[in-house]
């Protein structure tokens, strides 16, 4: 017994280390990954919307939706269209250097306190473009609303 006990030690292991090799050195694991395209129609409706945009790279949603992230005038972008190419929306990325002036005048003239830290525009098809602007008062991160016009609202 002492002996079958000594072995069955000696042998785990050996065994649990081949395990943990096949399982995490698979061969499939190494390999590039998928680059992802989206339908000709969803194609066909990002090049009329972002006509001088080339690079963007695809993700498809779990609702069957697509998003691409691209780079437009210097900004981070990404938009988002259905299966059948109809916009959806688009979000853009602003940092607290190149916010548009009349946001962050209306928004230090209301809270002349806070920092700004970042602000995403969004454009939908169903509201006016707003913007989320996240700042930072005395240690408190908040989002104000602002519109086009720079009217800012909590």
């Keep these: 017994m002492i002996l079958l006990a000594i072995s069955l030690i000696a042998v785990l292991p050996g065994i ?28 066909t409706a990002f090049t ?23 780079m437009q005038d210097s900004l981070k972008m990404n938009t988002q269209f259905d299966s059948s190419g109809n916009w959806i929306a688009t979000h853009t990325l602003y940092t607290a250097d190149n916010i548009p002036t009349n946001i962050a005048g209306d928004i230090k003239v209301k809270y002349p306190n806070v920092a700004i830290l970042d602000a995403i525009r969004v454009e939908r098809n169903d509201v006016a473009a707003y913007y989320m602007v996240d700042v930072n008062d005395q240690g408190t991160t908040m989002s104000l609303l602002a519109n086009d016009q720079g009217i800012v609202t909590e």
């Design 16 to 43: 649990s280390q081949t395990r943990y090799h096949k399982r995490y050195h698979h061969p499939l694991a190494t390999k590039a990954p998928v680059i992802v395209m989206p339908p000709a129609a969803v194609q």
């Design 48 to 70: 009329q919307h972002f006509a001088d945009v080339t690079g963007e790279k695809w993700n498809k949603m779990a609702s069957g939706g697509w998003i691409a992230a691209f």
